[in-house]
């Protein structure tokens, strides 16, 4: 009864004649679809450089944005920027990422003794998701400062951080809380069956299920809390965003924004890749087999 | 002594009414089988049992300790009975070993090393000792349904509550898990199950309970009941199952 279920003889086995035509066929297809593809983008790329380059704006544009001079120059005081957007990315996120999950568990929480727990993160979810990120990092940064209470810090970094971590953790929190709730109840009951408490049900069983149903949907936040923490150069924060300020005012030439921009992308361009990746990667064999 | 007493039992959802006045007994080391309509509540009488569902009234009994008791601890009362369904609930994510081990080393404080010996012990009892390291989802119907056999039968528990555990499976692999059961029985394992399979019944039972109108409507051993009820709706119910 163990391994041969089925009663299946193991011979040996050459592909036939028809799956070897199959394969031949699905190879040529795969080889012309790549050389359509890159065909098409050769030509796309050319038209469009063609038109740009010959426009009469384009000398102009090209020295003020595309100085590489000006890009060689500024480009160690953006990197130096930039590497305190991956810090306050992977802090951050990892802060975020706890508050969201507990936030969401909160959310969940189920009988009367709770009401206070929920309805604390709830009013906290719908605050800081309903705030624009901008506003809540301008309110703590230049607010909190102002009051001048004892022992809180006037850190303008550490303020802008709490804001990213405040709106943040709100929208996480829900994406996680809808991971959740998308676990089938046979699941909760199979687990409280076996004598698991609510608590245990939820840290071995929901959860882990629930995570990684949103895992495609939490790294995208994180990409975009990448971009985002370029958000708190306006109070002032010596980030990639400030740098490339700061040596553009030297001599009014763009070139430093433009090399913040390829820094953000050389990082969120690759995490958007492993994002699709993985979820991708869910789907999985057998689950929808070839379809 | 009876391992398990239902008494008096009512469930309803909202205005509809599913158990009224239900009784039923399960002796020690008894094979208990309910039969009847879908929709008839049988599901709703082991889910009950599970406390998986609070009930509206009535007392239900597990060997001797009223578990309907509200300051009953219903995590304990689970942890000493075993459920199968109909649709396995295997934990998807984790592998088949996991499955078993996860009640053993979370709620019995088990250690993960014998945890894992017992698990390996089991799934060779239900054929599937090279099954351990594989994911739910690459298992056939019948060998995910001795899964979750094997996982609730690790914990030693002193009920076995089964719904409808074949009624996904093909006719060969209805037999490998009667024949799991016939074993469990012949090991004195008491059992209520609800089933739809009239060959299941007569083979497994000692007792069958036909289930109509909230309660149990007719009773007695399989080879009086199925092949010559007392009651007109009994017959009726069972006229339909023609391979008898
Ligand atoms: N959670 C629920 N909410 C509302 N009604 C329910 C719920 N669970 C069961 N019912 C109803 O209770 C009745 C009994 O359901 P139950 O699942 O116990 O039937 P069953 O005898 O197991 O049927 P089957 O043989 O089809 O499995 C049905 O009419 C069903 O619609
Ligand atoms: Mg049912």
New interface residues.
């Given amino acids: 009864?163990?391994?041969n279920?089925t009663g299946m003889p193991s011979r040996p086995w050459s592909p036939s004649a028809v799956e070897l035509d199959r394969r031949a066929f699905r190879r040529a297809r795969t080889t012309r679809s790549v050389v359509t593809a890159t065909l098409s983008s050769i030509v796309v790329f050319l038209v469009l450089s063609v038109v740009i380059t010959r426009s009469p704006g384009w000398p102009r544009v090209k020295e003020t944005y595309f100085s590489w001079d000006k890009a060689v120059s500024s480009f160690p005081a953006v990197l130096e920027g930039f590497w305190l957007n991956v810090r306050i990315m992977v802090i951050c996120g990892a802060i975020i990422g706890a508050f969201g999950l507990a936030l969401a568990i909160m959310r969940t929480l189920r009988g009367p003794v709770f009401f206070p727990v929920r309805a604390f993160a709830t009013a906290f979810t719908d605050t800081f998701r309903g705030l624009p990120l901008i506003l809540v990092i301008l309110l703590l940064g230049f607010g909190v400062p102002a009051l001048n209470i004892e022992g809180v810090t006037n850190d303008v970094l550490l303020l802008g951080c709490t804001g990213l971590v405040l709106s943040y953790s709100a929208y996480v929190g829900e994406v996680i809380r809808a991971g959740i709730e998308s676990i089938h109840p046979?699941?909760r009951?199979?687990?409280?069956?076996?004598?698991?408490?609510h608590v245990?049900t939820l840290r071995?069983?929901v959860i882990?299920?629930a995570l990684?149903r949103v895992m495609p949907a939490l790294l995208n936040d994180l990409v975009s809390l990448q971009k985002d923490s370029g958000l708190i150069s306006i109070l002032g924060v010596v980030d990639a965003v400030q740098a490339a300020h700061i040596e553009e005012a030297a001599d009014f030439n763009y070139t430093p924004y433009v090399v913040a921009g390829v820094l953000f992308l050389s990082l969120t361009v690759p995490m958007t890749r492993f994002t699709d990746w993985v979820a991708r990667r869910q789907g999985g064999p057998?689950?929808g087999g070839a379809v | 002594m009876s391992d398990l007493s239902v008494v008096g039992l009512r469930k309803a959802f909202g205005n509809h009414v599913v158990l009224s006045g239900f009784d039923l007994s399960v002796a020690h080391g008894e094979c208990v089988v309910l039969i009847g309509a879908s929709g008839s509540g049988k599901s709703t009488v082991l889910?009950c049992v599970?406390l998986?569902e609070t009930v509206d009234d009535g007392v239900i009994r597990l060997g001797g300790d009223d578990v309907t008791d509200p300051r009953a601890d219903p995590?304990?009362v689970?942890?000493r009975?075993?459920?199968v369904?109909q649709?396995y609930?295997?934990?998807?994510?984790l592998r088949v070993l996991d499955n078993i081990t996860?009640?053993p080393v979370?709620?019995?404080g088990v250690a993960r090393a014998a945890a894992e010996r017992a698990a390996r012990e089991m799934l060779d009892r239900v054929?599937?000792?090279?099954k351990a390291s594989a994911?739910p989802?690459?298992l056939?119907g019948g060998?995910q349904q001795r899964v979750a056999i094997a996982?609730?039968l690790v914990?030693s528990p002193e009920l076995m509550l089964l719904d409808e555990v074949t009624s996904a499976l093909d006719p060969e692999l209805v037999g490998?898990v009667l024949e799991l059961l016939v074993d469990l029985k012949r090991d004195g394992m008491t059992m209520l199950l609800a089933t739809h399979e009239m060959a299941f019944a007569k083979q497994v039972a000692d007792r069958v309970c036909f289930l109509h109108g909230g309660r149990v409507h007719e009773e007695g051993p399989p080879s009086e009941l199925l092949v010559a009820p007392r009651e007109d709706r009994t017959r009726q119910f069972l006229s339909r199952f023609v391979s008898l």
Avoid: C, K
């Fill in positions: 009864m163990s391994t279920d046979s699941q009951a199979a687990a409280r069956s076996l004598g698991l408490t245990q071995f069983v882990p299920q990684r057998g689950v | 889910r599970n998986l995590d304990a689970r942890a009975m075993g459920i369904f649709s609930n295997l934990f998807p994510h996860l009640a979370r709620v019995h054929g599937l000792a090279d994911r989802d690459e056939s060998q996982r609730a914990n490998e």
